[in-house]
């Protein structure tokens, strides 16, 4: 195998130039995969994140009863058959919220749950007024299943839990009525105007979240959208917020109520996350099928140009199984300096654009590019290369296999 090699790594630096240019598409392409990789996956995990700690991992909302549904349809003979068929009835809301939260939380999955009134108001500051989306909450049950705390930028959320008639506010929203700390506040629902105090801002990062989003104490939510005894639903976070989809089947079961898990809600969000990170694969996929491409005509030149040097390998009883291995070798040298750098390129790129200050302002709020570090971008990107490479080395190592000495030495005669 030693002589195999140093035969590859000779022919290999017959065509430097043109193997560097190989080399120099695999590092880019290789850099490049995981670099975009890193910033979608970051971006989604930014989102996923932001989801949990404002929306919670799953809820628990409208009270279904399963009914079967018949329908009558007319027979071949003039006769009828009866079709049965099942359905479901959904009631809105949560009619008896306490029985309901007592019974998620014997759930051993829980974590933390917290009653939700949400109805809509019309928020009126000044001379300035935008609709909202008020949300009744204990204010310590929410804490436990929201990252509400975290997410405070001004204010104090020990004055909303002492005063009933304040009000936490999204940065977005309040911005757009020019309210600060301390703030006066009237929500309209109906006909009734209550007025309230901002105790504290809060942004998620998530722009549809911090421009709708006003919670409120949820004795004082309960006068102001009329609704004494019902909640919307019942927010629940989990020691594994990613098996949301399995709790919930499980909880829907047992509590004959609509269980959402995030995976659910946020659907299209997440197939959107998904179409990017394939859209960003196929074209770095591109790039180093490009660069491969470059290796296959290098290595098929040389097979031409080698033709003599081939069959007098061969002549000397080296199989054809070894030149494929000689041609391959080559192959894997380049591949294997190009996955060396590209990697440590794509340490230093996504390293660099971690910190490189931006000022995002639109679906996300952020002040510097999100990135997820993950060894598996590293692999996917290695098997991607290696597939792509040993298939442009292969393909020439087969023609050369198949050079016989004898016409080759007898044609130079």
Known sequence: ????????????????????????????GVAFFIVAQAQT??????????????????????KFQNNIVTSMAAGENGDFRVKLSEGRTYVEGIAHPAEVLRAVRSFSEVR?????????????????????EVNGIRLADHLAVSDLAAQV??????????NPQTVLIGAK??????????????????????????????????????????????????????????????????DDNNR?????????????????????????????????RISSAITMGVIISVAALGMFNTLAIIVMERRREIAILRS???????????????????????????CLAAVAITYGIERLPIHIRGIFSADHFVVKWSLWHYVFAAV?????????????ARRAAKVEPGEIIRGAS
Request: with cysteine; charged share 25%.
């Open 41 to 62: 996956s970051g971006f989604e995990s930014f989102f996923i994140r932001a989801v949990w700690g404002t929306n919670g991992a799953l809820k628990v909302q409208d």
């Open 112 to 132: 933390g749950s917290s009653e939700v009134l949400r109805g809509r108001a019309v928020a009126k500051s000044g001379f300035r007024e935008d609709e909202c």
């Open 173 to 238: 929203l309040a911005e757009r009525l020019s309210l600060d700390i301390g703030s006066g506040l009237i929500l309209k629902q109906g006909g009734e105007s209550r007025r309230y105090r901002v105790a504290a801002i809060f942004e998620t990062g998530v722009e549809e979240f911090d421009k709708r989003r006003v919670y409120l104490d949820l004795r004082e939510a309960r006068g102001l959208l009329h609704e004494p005894e019902k909640s919307s639903f019942i927010q629940v976070s989990l």
């Open 153 to 162: 930028r001004a204010g104090s959320l020990a004055d909303f839990a002492r």
């Open 384 to 396: 991607l290369s290696t597939v792509v490479v040993l298939i442009a080395s292969y393909l020439p």
């Open 244 to 276: 949301a989809d399995v709790v919930a089947a499980h909880m829907q079961e047992v509590l004959q109520h609509d269980v959402r898990p995030w995976q659910k809600s946020e659907k299209t969000w997440l197939q959107v996350f998904a179409t990017l």
């Open 316 to 342: 000397m009883g080296y199989t054809r199984s070894d030149i494929v291995a000689i041609f391959v070798a080559q192959g894997m040298m380049v591949l294997a300096a190009g996955l060396v750098l590209g």
């Open 1 to 28: 195998m030693g002589l195999i090699l140093q035969i590859a790594w000779r022919f290999l630096l017959a065509k430097k130039r043109a193997m560097l240019m190989s080399l120099a598409g695999i590092v880019f």
